[in-house]
């Protein structure tokens, strides 16, 4: 079974500053995508940024980055000159395999606080 | 990108009464949705599968009887809350996928029903 792993429950950084997310997750499928979602206090989920496992390039959007390490399993996110929009709860997820019927798996997700 | 409403954003109903929650794909036909249940400060736990003109799915340890879900278009999918309790209060979320691909294709997030039961 795959599962998603955030081991960090709370983070925060000043603004203007660089933070990096942590993921790690675990799958014996070959072909995948992961996703990072912003939910804000809205509780709207958005989605930051997508990558595809079979990419070796590394998915960038604007101050947003991933570092997608397929071996070690880890797919973090750099969010570069932070801002205090950018304060959210944010998601890993995993969605992959043919017959899992495309659902997302879920991490337990980081509360990300910028602090002016 | 995609645009997926919910409808209400906020309902209050008394116990034992049933609530329904609307899921619209706006701009796209939805051939699958998806119905998330998520407690305060934690992760979106998924509650069942639905795909247009078929019964859903639902996740181990969900009551299928006390949540029906209907996906009787390719644009709408309902999430009924039957003999609603306090412990059913909670934020529920759906989402559509417009392909048929499976993991391949994207899915578009609702804002999401806030529902508490008194």
């Known amino acids: 079974a795959q599962t998603v792993t955030q081991s960090q429950p709370e983070m925060s950084v000043q603004e203007a500053e660089t933070v990096t997310l942590s993921c790690t997750y675990d799958?014996?499928?070959?072909?995948?995508?992961l996703f990072w979602y912003k939910q804000p206090p809205s509780r709207q989920m958005i989605l930051v940024i997508r990558q595809e496992a079979y990419k070796q390039q590394n998915a960038t959007e604007n101050r947003f980055s991933v570092n997608f390490q397929k071996a070690a399993k880890s797919f973090s996110l750099k969010i570069s000159d932070s801002q205090l929009g950018d304060t959210a709860m944010y998601f890993c997820a995993f969605v992959g395999g043919r017959n899992q019927g495309g659902k997302l798996i879920f991490g337990q997700g980081t509360e990300l606080s910028v602090k002016p | 990108g995609a645009v997926v409403s919910q409808h209400p954003s906020w309902v209050i109903c008394k116990s034992g009464t049933s609530v329904k929650i609307e899921c619209r794909s706006l701009d796209f036909q939805a051939t699958t949705m998806f119905w998330y249940r998520q407690f305060p400060k934690q992760s979106l736990m998924l509650m069942a599968t639905s795909n247009e003109g078929s019964k859903a799915t639902y996740e181990q340890g969900v009551e299928k009887d006390k949540f029906l879900i209907n996906h009787a278009s390719l644009t709408l999918s309902t999430l009924t809350v039957t003999s609603a309790h306090p412990e059913d209060s909670s934020f529920y979320i759906c989402?559509?996928?417009?392909?048929?691909?499976?993991?391949?294709?994207?899915?578009?997030f609702g804002p999401g029903t806030r529902l508490t039961v008194l």
């Open positions: 799958t014996s499928e070959n072909n995948y995508y």
């Open positions: 989402s559509a996928r417009s392909g048929t691909s499976g993991y391949t294709d994207t899915q578009y």
